[in-house]
């Protein structure tokens, strides 16, 4: 490695901050002050996006209407509603190499929590607790217009991540949340948000719960060969 680049300022700082990224699933109770997300949302703004169209937009979601959301969201699951996912997340057909990921991550998360493969009211049970936010005080809520493109997706991946790096500089911890897409309808009607828009996910932030064992589970990553390829000559 170039000096240059080893001896930058930033360095530290910046890699702490990805590296001390990890979905926390296990939140204090602590409120967040609102003009650290507000604060937050505005660095995160700075994401970079195709022409600058910045095709994001946000629900804070905190307090009674926080637990409303919740309680909406868990009695569709409770219910066992079966998701009605306004865009694919994950492939319609697993495959390898990803579904030995996905697995090896599943497990290693209940083996975490010490529930047994093949125990689903456990693995509800972990699922539903996705609803209440893993406990955290604030939820924000993330929606793109329906009709743009793919590409603007990219744009997208871009601000969500800033946010999640963005909220260490706070000592906050977040989660991202594909399940927050399962049920738009609810999302929408509690949240007043007109059909034009994707629910795309939401992200729970708060202060991490140092004490749960669930915060302790650290998914491995597949080796820089694995998915670099070098043209040197
Ligand atoms: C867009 C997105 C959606 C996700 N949705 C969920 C979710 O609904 N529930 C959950 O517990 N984890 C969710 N995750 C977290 C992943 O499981 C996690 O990122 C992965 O296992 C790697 O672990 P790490 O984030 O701790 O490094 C999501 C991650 C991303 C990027």
């Not at 240059?4 to 602590?30: E, G």
């Not at 963005?166 to 309808?185: D, E, F, I, K």
């Not at 007109?194 to 650290?218: H, L, R, S, W």
Request: glycine content about 8%.
């Amino acid at each position: 490695m170039k000096d240059s680049v080893n001896k930058h300022p930033l360095r530290h700082a910046v890699h702490r901050a990805i590296l001390s990224r990890k979905s926390t699933r296990a939140f204090l109770p602590k409120t967040v002050d609102p003009a650290i997300i507000d604060e937050l949302l505005q660095i995160a703004g700075s994401a970079p996006s195709g022409s600058n169209i910045q095709p994001w937009q946000v629900h804070v979601v905190s307090g009674a209407a926080r637990d409303r959301l919740s309680a909406a969201l868990l009695s569709e699951h409770e219910a066992g509603k079966p998701p009605v996912r306004e865009y694919d997340y994950y492939p319609q057909e697993w495959r390898s190499p990803y579904i030995e990921r996905r697995r090896a991550t599943g497990w290693g998360l209940y083996g975490v929590l010490g529930i047994g493969k093949g125990d689903r009211e456990a693995s509800a049970r972990q699922h539903g607790r996705n609803y209440v936010f893993f406990d955290a005080p604030v939820v924000l809520i993330f929606t793109i217009d329906a009709d743009l493109p793919f590409g603007c997706w990219l744009d997208y991946g871009m601000f969500l991540q800033n946010i999640m790096i963005g909220a260490r500089g706070y000592g906050l911890h977040t989660c991202p949340q594909a399940a927050l897409a399962n049920y738009p309808h609810i999302v929408k009607q509690q949240l007043g948000i007109a059909d034009d828009k994707i629910v795309m996910c939401g992200i729970a932030i708060g202060y991490e719960n140092p004490d749960e064992p669930v915060n302790t589970f650290q998914p491995t990553r597949i080796p820089l060969e694995d998915y670099v390829t070098y043209h040197r000559d």
